[in-house]
């Protein structure tokens, strides 16, 4: 099931304008959208010059919207932090890259290993999980479409929501890529870092900041496994 081999039939399911070329994959570099500036590769950072000066430490940030949202490109958590890094370590070539690609799972990560080492980054920093948190709780946003474009999809959904695997199984199943793409990183003598999402303790937040999480979570996500409920 790599993306490649489907291309073709997943872009005739994108609409005119759309921001990708390979939906939650590749994006669309020939299309900008709002506030979100790509380079050539489709990754929202400046331009990235290779083979890579032997001065310069370089930083590959990957993972889905967590990744790369910002209010600006400048505003995203790499950017950020090379920021900090450059204003602490002054003396030093300091590049962080924001790799990230909204929707993207960890498989398909996996799948663009390729593309990361072609980038020769010194450390890769990899933010992911919640994608294949909502592929699994919220299968729904992959097929939910299809009934709109064949009768035979309105038949075969019920059949698609069966053949979900249970929570265990997709745990170890992003762990195995996790690890896959750590190991092939680390053969490079690429170091590695892990990076996971902030959760509250509801304990330490008031009641209203509770329910606004639970709505967000529940209602504009539709992600039950985020929920602070005991």
């Not at 959208?33 to 290779?50: D, K, V, Y």
């Not at 960890?106 to 663009?112: I, K």
């Not at 199943?173 to 003598?189: D, K, P, S, Y």
Request: overall charge neutral; charged content about 20%; glycine content about 6%.
């Amino acid at each position: 099931m790599h993306p490649e081999t489907h291309a073709e039939f997943l872009r005739k399911l994108l609409q005119e304008g759309s921001r990708w070329d390979i939906p939650l994959y590749r994006p669309n570099v020939s299309v900008q959208h709002g506030h979100i500036h790509l380079n050539s590769l489709g990754f929202r950072s400046r331009e990235i010059a290779t083979p890579k000066a032997d001065d310069l430490f370089r930083i590959l940030c990957i993972g889905g919207s967590t990744t790369e949202e910002g209010a600006t490109n400048e505003t995203t958590y790499p950017a950020l932090l090379e920021s900090q890094l450059r204003r602490r370590f002054s003396d030093k070539q300091i590049e962080v890259i924001n790799a990230g690609i909204s929707g993207i799972s960890s498989d398909w990560h996996l799948l663009r290993i390729p593309d990361y080492l072609n980038l020769e980054p010194d450390l890769v920093i990899i933010h992911l999980g919640v994608n294949d948190l909502w592929r699994h709780y919220n299968f729904e946003w992959a097929v939910g479409l299809l009934p709109r474009y064949s009768n035979f999809w309105q038949i075969a959904i019920p059949a698609l929501h069966a053949l979900r695997k249970d929570a265990q199984a997709q745990n170890r199943h992003t762990r195995l890529c996790v690890e896959l793409m750590t190991i092939l990183l680390q053969q490079q003598g690429i170091a590695v870092a892990y990076a996971s999402i902030a959760c509250p303790n509801p304990d330490d937040i008031t009641r209203q900041e509770r329910q606004y999480y639970q709505y967000q979570a529940g209602n504009h996500w539709k992600l039950p496994a985020f929920s602070l409920q005991r």
